[in-house]
């Protein structure tokens, strides 16, 4: 079983930044992919970034490419989600998720951070 849990959501003004942590415990090893997703309100929950465990290989989604950072601490059993130039646009709950690098589907999720961009 894996846990995950958010924090470093919070308010920003437009162009600010804020670093999201992920924090994960139970059986977390080298075979899974963490990824970091946003529902916004009364929109589909898209995601923004992946990386893998062990190898360290990113994925961006072009809507966050060369703003949004995504690496991770092994030691720590932490992702971090490095946000910056943020938008209004960018408001949402933002959601941490693990999957098995050898499944295509995410099964394990956080609880969310609200992420608020002022203009």
């Known amino acids: 079983q894996v846990q995950l849990v958010e924090s470093g959501g919070g308010l920003v003004q437009a162009g600010g930044s804020l670093r999201l942590s992920c924090a994960a415990s139970?059986?977390?090893?080298?075979?899974?992919?963490m990824g970091w997703f946003r529902q916004a309100p009364g929109k589909e929950r898209v995601s923004l970034a992946a990386i893998g465990w062990s190898s360290g290989s990113t994925y961006y989604a072009d809507s966050v490419k060369g703003r949004f950072t995504i690496s991770r601490d092994n030691a720590k059993n932490t992702v971090y989600l490095q946000m910056n130039s943020l938008k209004p646009e960018d408001t949402a709950v933002y959601y941490c998720?693990?999957?098995?690098?050898?499944?295509?589907?995410?099964?394990?999720w956080g609880q969310g951070t609200q992420v608020t961009v002022s203009s």
């Open positions: 998720a693990a999957r098995r690098d050898s499944s295509a589907t995410y099964g394990y």
């Open positions: 139970g059986r977390i090893f080298g075979s899974y992919v």
